[in-house]
């Protein structure tokens, strides 16, 4: 069974965020809140750790997973490129719930790829989740933390009833904030397309970058 945690969602305590981290570097998977719903972490750049997400998921390898960053400046190690589009964005939309998918750079691993080597990339708006994955030093894997076809969790309850007897840490902050997925916006095609459409509505991107798909 999983070791559940309290965690204060504003103020994290540093040995909270080490256990956590710890895990992550051992290849182990924890669960945490972000500001959308509850995620299922591990380091994205362990192959093996990311084959258990598939695994306790039950979720089918041709749906890819995304990965979270700590730092806007970490995006340029993940990706080949970074359109002026998604430049702009950035500026506008995060920390926060937009996903946006990139062609991948050779950093990430196959298995954490989509079709034509693409990559979904946010930076949560969530203190607890930021603080996991700037203290591992590596992009996070973080898929909702829920078996596959299920609600995605906003609570660590709902986490631990799916989750709890497959995974080895839950950190429980509280009721998620938005309480949506992300949005997710593939920045691959010419214009843009809305591949989820989330926390942010297809007319708040477009007042940024212009017409999508």
Excluded at 17 to 23: D, G, Q, S, T
Excluded at 30 to 50: K, M, Q, R
Excluded at 154 to 163: F, R, S
């Amino acid at each position: 069974m999983a070791k559940v945690l309290k965690v204060d969602s504003d103020h994290p305590k540093k040995e909270i965020i080490e256990e956590a981290v710890k895990l992550i570097k051992e290849g182990k998977l924890i669960a945490f809140p972000t500001e959308t719903v509850y995620g299922l972490g591990a380091d994205a750049l362990n192959e093996e750790a990311v084959k258990r997400i598939f695994e306790i998921k039950g979720r089918p390898l041709d749906k890819p997973l995304s990965i979270i960053i700590g730092r806007k400046e970490e995006l340029r190690q993940c990706v080949q490129e970074i359109p002026k589009s998604a430049q702009v964005l950035i500026e506008r939309f995060w920390p926060g719930p937009l996903t946006l998918i990139f062609r991948a750079s050779p950093l990430i691993p196959d298995i954490m790829m989509g079709e034509n080597n693409t990559i979904g990339i946010r930076m949560p708006d969530c203190r607890i989740a930021l603080e996991i994955v700037k203290a591992s030093g590596v992009p996070l894997a973080c898929p909702s933390a829920n078996l596959s076809g299920r609600s995605s969790p906003t609570k660590a309850e709902e986490v631990i009833k799916d989750l709890g007897e497959r995974i080895d840490l839950i950190l429980d902050g509280g009721e998620t904030k938005v309480g949506v997925e992300s949005t997710v916006l593939d920045l691959t095609t010419s214009p843009p397309t809305i591949l989820r459409e989330g926390a942010f509505k297809r007319e708040e991107i477009e007042e940024v970058i212009g017409k999508i798909l």
